[in-house]
Antibody, heavy 120, light 110 residues
Framework: QVQLVESGGGVVQPGRSLRLSCAAS????????MHWVRQAPGKGPEWVAV????????YYGDSVKGRFTVSRDNSKNTLFLQMNSLRTEDTAVYYC?????????????WGQGTLVTVSS | QSALTQPPSASGSPGQSVTISCTGS?????????VSWYQQHPGKTPKLIIY???NRPSGVPDRFSGSKSANTASLTVSGLQPEDEADYYC??????????FGGGTKLTVL
């Protein structure tokens, strides 16, 4: 079955950088668009970014545009999120997720998440 | 962009029906049929239960239904069951190649 395992979270100071990874298995990773979605404690989900199955197209949420970069390595079945100029409001659990079958605008399978805490 | 607007809470007794609204604008909910709903139980990740306004993924009970009128989408849960108690989030494509979620509605089964 689909498995998505995020890593790389932790505590980081404002203004610093962090890189998240997501190891995918149980499906043909190179065939699927992939999302990053975050959820702050006690809050609703916030869409962060999507990357096309072949890496050719990337879209970002307004709050992270220009600071975060999504990428993928299809040879290693791995998704990445490079986060620069981190702010306290970026504190959240970050989920890697596979698009749903219907369209890229829907999120299907989710990983278990990795917590990012931005604090001085 | 601000989150889509949902009521913070809703409730109903077992067997009853409850409807949750999701209000956006002509730039998101009103402009596209890429509206979806997610169910999230405590400590779990969200689960897609409605996509393209009214379609259900395989395995989602037909007690869940979706609709849309102008800038407002709605999720109706019929024949409420105890396991329906959860947080529900709407989501919409925004037309600027991004996705927007709602603030969430906590559904309580009395």
């Amino acid at each position: 079955q689909v498995q998505l395992v995020e890593s790389g979270g932790g505590v980081v100071q404002p203004g610093r950088s962090l890189r998240l990874s997501c190891a995918a298995s149980g499906f043909t990773f190179s065939n699927y668009d992939m999302h990053w979605v975050r959820q702050a404690p006690g809050k609703g989900p916030e869409w962060v970014a999507v990357i096309w199955y072949d890496g050719s197209t990337k879209y970002y949420g307004d709050s992270v545009k220009g600071r975060f970069t999504v990428s993928r390595d299809n040879s290693k079945n791995t998704l990445f999120l490079q986060m620069n100029s981190l702010r306290t409001e970026d504190t959240a659990v970050y989920y890697c997720a596979k698009r749903a079958q219907a369209a890229w605008t829907y999120v299907g399978d989710w990983g278990q998440g990795t917590l990012v805490t931005v604090s001085s | 962009q601000s989150a889509l607007t949902q009521p913070p809470s809703a409730s109903g007794s077992p067997g009853q029906s409850v409807t949750i609204s999701c209000t956006g604008s002509s730039s998101d909910v009103g402009g596209y049929n890429h509206v979806s709903w997610y169910q999230q139980h405590p400590g779990k990740t969200p689960k897609l239960i409605i996509y393209e306004v009214k379609n259900r993924p395989s395995g989602v009970p037909d007690r869940f239904s979706g609709s849309k009128s102008a800038n407002t989408a709605s999720l109706t849960v019929s024949g409420l069951q105890p396991e329906d108690e959860a947080d529900y989030y709407c989501s919409s494509y925004t037309g600027s190649n991004s996705v927007l979620f709602g603030g969430g509605t906590k559904l309580t089964v009395l």
